[in-house]
């Protein structure tokens, strides 16, 4: 199946610092979606993203889906942006939504 | 802004036990998923469900696991004697069209299997 590595692992900032996380993906992908897990273990949807480039506030994610990678940037950090980016994708070749998430960037931002 | 319901948000049981998941897709979505977190790993999917049927299931979707749509609003998952190792998070997720498009994942359900 496709595979889907996020990076880095880990983050740790300062409030105000801007961040920028990656996801690489193995084959051609029809959707794309970066979600934030919050401390409660919410999963939030931030974009949907199969191409191109999106922003929403502070946050923004460009995909380029040629190159199978998709970038998701934080400006101005906040505490509240602390927990676990997921990016997961659905291949081209899958008849239903069948996401594969990634292992997940944990970000702490320190007040 | 619509959004998926899942109930209970905690439910802790006894292992043996039959647990009931319930979901409330939004209401113009036609496919409904199921979606597995153990504590500390990656989300992994279950199940996609369309048209009253599953349409695609993983390894993990075993014997002791079904879903179904009781009724119009309803899509639940049932995990028929549960495990130690069913402990999760159990997310249910809806979207409009297959492919192509947005899931909107519920608050998800937080199984405890003792």
Request: hydrophobic content about 35%.
């Amino acid at each position: 199946g496709i595979q889907v590595e996020q990076s880095p692992p880990d983050l740790i900032l300062q409030e105000g610092a801007n961040s920028t996380l990656r996801c690489n993906f193995s084959d051609s992908v029809n959707n794309l979606q970066w979600f934030h897990q919050n401390p409660w273990g919410q999963l939030i949807n931030l974009f949907y993203i199969p191409s191109g480039t999106k922003q929403n506030g502070r946050l923004s994610a460009t995909t380029v889906a040629t190159e199978r990678y998709s970038l998701l940037y934080i400006s101005s950090s906040q505490t509240t942006d602390s927990g676990v980016y997921f990016c997961a994708v659905d291949p081209f070749y899958s008849g239903y939504s069948t996401l594969t998430f990634g292992k997940g960037t944990m970000l702490l931002v320190s007040p | 802004e619509p959004e998926v319901t899942q109930t209970p948000s905690h439910q802790v049981t006894q292992m043996g036990q039959e647990v009931i998941l319930r979901c409330v897709p939004i209401s113009n979505h036609l496919y409904f998923y199921w979606y597995r977190q153990i504590l500390g790993q990656k989300v992994e999917f279950l199940v996609s469900f369309y048209n009253n049927e599953i349409s695609e299931k993983s390894e993990i979707f075993d014997d002791q696991f079904s879903v179904e749509r009781p009724d119009g609003s309803n899509f639940t998952l049932k995990i028929r004697s549960t495990k130690l190792e069913d402990s999760a998070m159990y997310f249910c997720a809806s979207s409009i069209g297959s492919g192509a498009n947005v899931l909107t994942f519920g608050a998800g359900s937080r199984l405890t299997v003792l």
